[in-house]
Every structure is written in structure tokens, then in C-alpha cells.
């Protein structure tokens, strides 16, 4: 089970940090990663992070967003700098372990003045 949250309202130009947290051992888990979904647009891809620490990141992230994990706390973070109103979405935690996706509940973020 993943539970998201961190989500909010927050200014253009402003920062959030996401986090999702499972409800055992992360270590195994092949990614995890964040995906968006805004209204009227299919879910996208926003970071990934592998069990080795590898990233990757959509182009419209890179160079804001940081994804990060502590196997400690079995949890990964999405912090998200310089936001902007497109990056105005439902943002869901996604686990991909032994061939099967597993979802969070979705986090609102909405980029507003």
C-alpha cells in the first residue's frame, strides 16, 4: 500500500515536496516513481527512481524536480522547485515490483496566484 501526501496550493515560482510512503520494505521494489494526472489529460510520467538509485525525469521536470528514496523509512520524495500553474495535477505514487504496478491514492498540487 502507498500513501501520498505533501500535496497543496502553492504560488507560481514556489516549492512542495511530495512524499509516499509504503506500507513495507521498499528495497526490492524495481522504481517507483511519481506520475501527474491534470484535468482532461492522460497520466504522465513525472521521475522514476530504481532500486540502484538510478533517475530519470520527464523533460518538462528536469532541473526542478529531485525524486529521492530512504529505504530506511521505506519512503520516496518528489521535491519540486520553481513550480509553475501546468504543473497543476493529481500527482500518484507508482511502484513497479516483480512485473505489477501498484498506485497511491493521488496528491492534489495546484500552482495558483
Known amino acids: 500500500q502507498l500513501q501520498a501526501s505533501g500535496g497543496g496550493l502553492v504560488q507560481p515560482g514556489g516549492s512542495l515536496r511530495l512524499s509516499c510512503a509504503a506500507s513495507?520494505?521498499?528495497?526490492?521494489?524495481?522504481?517507483m516513481g511519481w506520475y501527474r494526472q491534470a484535468p482532461g489529460k492522460q497520466r504522465e510520467l513525472v521521475a522514476v527512481?530504481?532500486?540502484?538509485?538510478?533517475?530519470n525525469y520527464a523533460d518538462s521536470s528536469k532541473g526542478r524536480f529531485t525524486i529521492s528514496r530512504d529505504n530506511a523509512k521505506n519512503t520516496v520524495y518528489l521535491q519540486m522547485n520553481s513550480l509553475k500553474p501546468e504543473d497543476t495535477a493529481v500527482y500518484y505514487c507508482?511502484?513497479?515490483?516483480?512485473?505489477?504496478?501498484?498506485w497511491g491514492q493521488g496528491t492534489l498540487v495546484t500552482v495558483s496566484s
Open positions: 527512481i530504481s532500486s540502484g538509485g538510478g533517475t
Open positions: 513495507g520494505s521498499i528495497l526490492r521494489i524495481n522504481f
Open positions: 507508482n511502484a513497479y515490483y516483480q512485473g505489477a504496478n501498484y
